[in-house]
């Protein structure tokens, strides 16, 4: 039998993968026009006021999840543009050591992100579990491919307590629009069929990012419960 193009079985449970180079790596997140307009002009994520520095606000650094939780940018009317966010190396990890696990390690729509992500809705964000006020939400959410599809295996999902997002937001070094990559991408799906466009293919017109594992030493893999062997249900 052919093997399967939706399960990876050499795929750990839990692994970081994302787009990166020598200093620096990248996370996505979808926001309001008003808010993603003026971080671009500015390359400064609060650069406008509808920014809120006191929420709670969800990155993620898988592109596929990215266009699962935004549908392709059109999913949440409050969050029509999904900025690419370059953060430094040190800004990535020192939110990792910060960082505690959701109960039960995330699930397919997280509860947490949905009552805390930075959007203009005026909600204001809910502490969950024990989690302390400078604690780092980390949970591990279902990966998705570019067709939204779910994977046997998990993508990290971090989320950045309104008290730590104005140091957060000082790490971040290169902010872009990429809005209508998600929805090319959406576009050549559709228009072209599932069977007729490759990965490599995708790659080259630049719809979909490189991305590579991304290695943390062995005392944050505990911290991120990456040791463990035991898969949840999916």
Known sequence: MPSSTISKPTTPFRQIRAHYD???????????SEIASAAVEHQKLNAS???SMGRM????????????RAGYSYKDPRQTRILALTMTYEAFIGLLRRAVLSHGHGAEKSGAEKQNTQNDSGRKAKSEGRAKPVDVRVQWDPERTIRLEKLEYRSIQIGVPGALVPGWVEGIVGIEDVTDRARGLKRVIDEEGEEKVRMEELVGRGLV????????DEDLRRVLAMVSDAHEDV
């Open 49 to 51: 006021p509808a920014f």
């Open 57 to 68: 606000t969800w990155v993620k650094p898988s592109w596929a999840w990215m266009l699962y």
């Open 209 to 216: 990012p490189v991305e590579r594992v991304y290695e943390v």
């Open 22 to 32: 020598t200093q620096t790596i990248t996370v996505y997140q979808a926001y309001s």
